[in-house]
């Protein structure tokens, strides 16, 4: 009963280094959602994927990049981290953002927490 | 555009007090509402939600009623627990939107 998997957990890179979070969910869930957490800012969207094949920007997508590998992965890439990013990412899925509003809501990773030197 | 305030943390209180944290929001027509809950370590979890005006959520003692007329949904629990320590989010869903919007989030220590 997995749910929504991240890794890594922990990351520590330098200034000008890349990364890959990695997210996978074994529901079948459609969407899928990256989200930054920083003190006093709650959660804001950095991209998300309505369905297989698309990606959008959400509120904070300058610095990141994502794909949409299948229906089950979608990763979220540094390519060349700045202390900024220093976070607590959150990887989440639903059903269909369509239906979010019903009995089909956001499920969410454990998260990875990213310190960038 | 859309927004949710929450009441800022910390909020600390004993065991066995009321509890009240406070949302209000700001959206297009007439919004689905949710509050979330993050215990030390974990991701968050869906804690009650409500869809339409009046509606109540309820869930593990916890809850919040959409007040359309207020544009709020504030959470409220009569007995808090050590256990019940975490940090809360109230979030919304605005019609088409794909994406929920999500407050800033409120920090409650329950102490023995």
């Known amino acids: 009963n997995a749910g929504v998997t991240q890794t890594p957990k922990f990351q520590v890179l330098k200034t000008g280094q890349s990364m890959t979070l990695q997210c996978a969910q074994d529901m079948n869930h459609n969407s899928m959602y990256w989200y930054r957490q920083d003190p006093g800012m709650g959660l804001r969207l950095i991209y998300y994927?309505?369905?297989?094949?698309?990606?959008d920007k959400g509120e904070v997508p300058n610095g990141y990049n994502v794909s949409r590998l299948n229906k089950r992965e979608f990763s979220l890439r540094l390519e060349s981290a700045a202390p900024s990013q220093t976070s607590v990412y959150f990887c989440a899925s639903s059903q269909d953002y369509r239906t979010m509003s019903g009995a089909n809501v956001l499920t969410f990773g454990a998260g990875s927490r990213l310190t960038v030197l | 555009g859309n927004s949710v305030t929450q009441m800022e943390g910390p909020v600390t209180l004993s065991e066995e007090a009321f509890l009240t944290i406070n949302c209000t929001y700001t959206a297009t027509g007439y919004p689905s509402l949710f509050w979330y809950v993050q215990y030390p370590g974990e991701g968050l979890q869906l804690l009650l939600k409500?869809?339409?005006?009046?509606d109540k959520g309820s869930n593990k003692g916890f809850e919040a009623t959409y007040r359309k007329e207020t544009t709020s949904f504030h959470l409220e629990k009569g007995s808090v627990q050590v256990s019940d320590s975490a940090v809360y989010f109230c979030?919304?869903?605005?019609?088409?939107?794909?994406?929920?919007?999500f407050g800033s989030g409120t920090q409650l220590t329950v102490l023995p």
């Open positions: 994927s309505a369905s297989e094949g698309t990606t």
């Open positions: 979030a919304l869903k605005a019609g088409s939107a794909r994406q929920l919007t």
């Open positions: 409500a869809t339409k005006a009046d």
